[in-house]
Every structure is written in structure tokens, then in C-alpha cells.
């Protein structure tokens, strides 16, 4: 069975700090999709990333920075000098091996990032 | 339109009525996922469709929720003699084919009395 873990429940920090959200996952497949969504106060939740299980590269894009490392099976987040705007609920999901889901998500139950000024 | 497109955004019902929920998919979307997020048990997967079909149901919490969609385009969810369980937020979500990023609707929030 698939399992996603965000221990963090809520994180608070202070505008222009570095903060790091963890997520560890569980899966028996070798092939498999990470991603991770934002949730702002409005509501949507907002594509950020996804990764596939084969490529462990890390990746940046601004402010963003993604760890993966299969040998801990993690897929941690980094938001590099956090701003207001950042604060938001943080959901981290695996994808369903079953093609009969369409590859369906399997969110972890997420980290509520406040990000004060 | 340019996103995923979810109607109603409110519903106010009295247990015991039928709701049916809307989504518009982005177009060219031929892969649509419905999923339930509430504060207990978090987002929940509960169904796909490939084109018009749905090849498992079984993430459907009961027989009372049924879905469909046509066209290839619109979706509805239906839930049957609502129940005070059944309140939550429901989600659409669409990508180009089964396991590409899937982009959400902001939701129906359903609220049962």
C-alpha cells in the first residue's frame, strides 16, 4: 500500500527565512510520479512540481528547490527567503500505480505554512 | 475557458436531497479526476474518467455517489440521499492523459444540514 507523510503539521516562520517541508512516502512500485501542490487561502490547489522516481536530479525554479533521494524515499521542499505570499497549505502526493485510476494521487495530509512579516 | 471550471462553488442542502456537481475540464483534457477533501480524512481520491469511461468505481464512498461524463468534456457528480458525512469540498481535476500533472477546479464546498 502507498502511504505520504508530512510530518509537519504547521510552520510558522518570519518573512526572508529559508524553511525546508519534509515528505516521505511509501510505495512498492519502482515506477512512480512525486509532486507537490500549494493550497493558498482561496482555495485551488496549485501545481508545483512532479517528479518521476528515475531521476533523482535535484531541481530549482526561483525561489523553489526540490531534494529527492530514492535511498530515504523523500521529496522535501525548500522555499529560499519565504514572503507572505508563500503562506499556504503544502500537499505532497505519490501517484497511484494503477492505470485504472488514471494514476490517481495520493495526497499526504499536508503543512500549513504562515509566513509573518 | 482557460481552467478548470467547477459549479456550483456553494451548496447548502438538507440531508436527505440529491446534489449533482459540476466540472469543466480544461479543454483537450481527456484524462478527469473527482476527489473529496475534508478536514477528517484530508483529500481523497474518488474517481477518473478516460475519455467517457471510468474504469474503476471503487474509490466511490457508497452507492449513493455516481458519476458521469459526456462528450468527453463535462462531468457530474451526483450524491444521493445526502448525509451529514457526505459534507466536505469536492474537487475536479483534468490533465492531457492518465499520469500528467492534473490541474484542480476550486471546488464545490457541500455542506449537508
Redesign the interface.
Known amino acids: 500500500a502507498q502511504k505520504v507523510t508530512q510530518a509537519q503539521t504547521e510552520i510558522s516562520v518570519v518573512e526572508k527565512e529559508d524553511v525546508t517541508l519534509d515528505c516521505v512516502y511509501e510505495t512498492r512500485d519502482t515506477t512512480y510520479y512525486l509532486f507537490w501542490y500549494k493550497q493558498p487561502p482561496s482555495g485551488e490547489l496549485v501545481f508545483l512540481i512532479r517528479r518521476n522516481s528515475f531521476d533523482e536530479q535535484n531541481e530549482i525554479s526561483g525561489r523553489y528547490s526540490w531534494n529527492f533521494q530514492k535511498s530515504t524515499s523523500s521529496f522535501n521542499f525548500t522555499i529560499t527567503a519565504s514572503q507572505v505570499v508563500d503562506s499556504a497549505v503544502y500537499f505532497c502526493a505519490l501517484s497511484d500505480p494503477n492505470s485504472n485510476s488514471g494514476y490517481a494521487l495520493n495526497f499526504g495530509k499536508g503543512t500549513s505554512l504562515l509566513v509573518t512579516p | 475557458g482557460a481552467g478548470v471550471s467547477q459549479s456550483p462553488s456553494n451548496k447548502v442542502t438538507e440531508k436527505g436531497k440529491d446534489v449533482e456537481l459540476r466540472c469543466d475540464p480544461i479543454s483537450g483534457h481527456t ?1 478527469l ?1 473527482w ?1 473529496r477533501q475534508s478536514l477528517g480524512q ?2 481523497e ?1 474518488l474517481i ?3 475519455g467517457n469511461s471510468a ?2 468505481k471503487s ?1 466511490l464512498p457508497s452507492d449513493r455517489f455516481s458519476a458521469e461524463r459526456t462528450g468527453g468534456s463535462v462531468s457530474t457528480l451526483t450524491i444521493q440521499r445526502t448525509q451529514q458525512e457526505d459534507s466536505a ?1 469536492y ?1 475536479c ?1 483534468s ?1 492531457l492523459v ?2 500528467q ?7 464545490t464546498r457541500l455542506s449537508i444540514l
Open positions: 484524462a479526476y476527489y484530508g483529500l481520491f477518473y474518467f478516460q474504469p474503476d474509490g469540498v474537487l481535476a490533465s492518465g499520469g500533472p492534473q490541474h484542480f477546479g476550486d471546488g
